[in-house]
Structures are given as structure tokens and as C-alpha cells.
Antibody, heavy 117, light 110 residues
């Protein structure tokens, strides 16, 4: 069965960076794009960007351009999302999700990133 | 890219039908057949309910249906059940090669 398993919760200080991982199983990792979506507590979903694991090509929401980097390691079927220059407003649950025609059919369990001094 | 517009809340009684709207522009909802709907229960990851405007993934109840007219997409839930109570989000592909979500709609089953 398809699974996306994310890394554990993180606590970071303002100005620092965080890197969240997303390990895929149950399908051919390089055959589907991976997207990242975040959700602040009590707020809605916010799309951050996508990555093609086969080519490494990426596309980011304008809001995160210059601060986010999405990468992968195909040998271990794992995608990564790194967000830099963290501020308190970046406190949120971060999800990875598999692409199905610009929708997201499988989601990771979410990773809580807390930014606090 | 502005978020798609959804009503903040809708409600209905068990057995009734409800419809949630999702309004965008010709650069997103109106321009592409890549509108999706998600259900999210508290503390859980979102679940895909509809993709490509009106397609249901395997395992999603036929009580969920969706359509699009112009710049507005709609999700209809028929035969409301208590377990349908959740937050619902629409999303769309955009002309900027990005994805945009709606603000979310809280469904209350009375």
C-alpha cells in the first residue's frame, strides 16, 4: 500500500532552517511528483511547491521563493523540504503529498514545525 | 495568487444534501479542469474526495459529487451522515503553474 512517512516534530529558533523528510513506499517513487502543503494551527491549507523526483525539477509558490528548497534521494525514495530564515509565522504542520493530476491522493502524517525563541 | 473563495460554514441535518461552493477566476478554476476537493477531520491529514472536477478516487462514497460552471466549482454531499462533519477544502491548478487552495468550509451535521 502507498505510504508517505514524514520525520518527527521540530523546534527551531527564528532565523534558523528546518529540513523535513518524506519517505515513500508502496509505489515507484520516481513516477509521481511530490508536493508540500502546510497548515498553521486553526488555519487553512497552503500549497508550498512541487518536485519531480525523476528529473529533480521543482516549482515553488511565489511566497516561498528564495526560502524553500525541495530535493530528493531516489536511492531511499525520500523527498525533502527545507525552509530557511524561519519566523514565528512559519509555525505549522507541514505535509508531503503525492500528485494525481494536480491533486494530492496520498498524504504524509504531517510534521509539526514550531518556531520559537 | 489569491485563495479560492469558499463559505466559512455550512450545515445540514442527517439525510439531507448540502452544497459547498468554490469560486476562483479564469486563471484557475475557470481555466482548467484540475479542481479537487479534500475532507479533513480534526488532527488528521486531508483526504482526497474529488479530482479533475468530478472524479471520485476509489473508495470514496458516491454520496460525494462535484461539478464546475464557469469560475465556480461545487461539491455536493447527499444523504448527510454524522461522520461527514469535517472541514472541506477545494483546490485548483493555476495559470502560474501553481496550486491554490480555498479557505476551507466547516461542515456541521446538525
Amino acid at each position: 500500500q502507498v505510504q508517505l512517512v514524514q520525520s518527527g516534530a521540530e523546534v527551531e529558533k527564528p532565523g534558523a532552517s528546518v529540513k523535513v523528510s518524506c519517505k515513500a513506499s508502496g509505489y515507484t517513487f520516481t513516477s509521481y511528483d511530490i508536493h508540500w502543503v502546510r497548515q498553521a494551527t486553526g488555519q487553512g491549507l497552503e500549497w508550498m511547491g512541487w518536485m519531480n523526483p525523476n528529473s529533480g525539477n521543482t516549482g515553488y509558490a511565489q511566497k516561498f521563493q528564495g526560502r524553500v528548497t525541495m530535493t530528493r534521494n531516489n536511492y531511499i525514495s525520500t523527498a525533502y523540504m527545507e525552509l530557511s530564515s524561519l519566523r514565528s509565522e512559519d509555525t505549522a504542520v507541514y505535509y508531503c503529498a503525492r500528485d494525481l493530476s494536480y491533486s494530492f491522493d496520498y498524504w504524509g502524517q504531517g510534521t509539526l514545525v514550531t518556531v520559537s525563541s | 495568487q489569491s485563495a479560492l473563495t469558499q463559505p466559512a460554514s455550512v450545515s445540514g441535518s442527517p439525510g439531507q444534501s448540502i452544497t459547498i461552493s468554490c469560486t476562483g477566476t479564469s486563471s484557475d478554476v475557470g481555466g482548467y479542469n484540475f479542481v479537487s476537493w479534500y475532507q479533513q477531520h480534526p488532527g488528521k491529514a486531508p483526504k482526497l474526495m474529488i479530482y479533475e472536477v468530478s472524479n471520485r478516487p476509489s473508495g470514496v462514497s458516491s454520496r460525494f459529487s462535484a461539478s464546475k460552471s464557469g469560475n465556480t466549482a461545487s461539491l455536493t454531499i447527499s444523504g448527510l451522515q454524522a461522520e461527514d462533519e469535517a472541514d472541506f477544502y477545494c483546490s485548483s491548478y493555476t495559470s502560474s503553474s501553481t496550486v491554490v487552495f480555498g479557505g476551507g468550509t466547516k461542515l456541521t451535521v446538525l
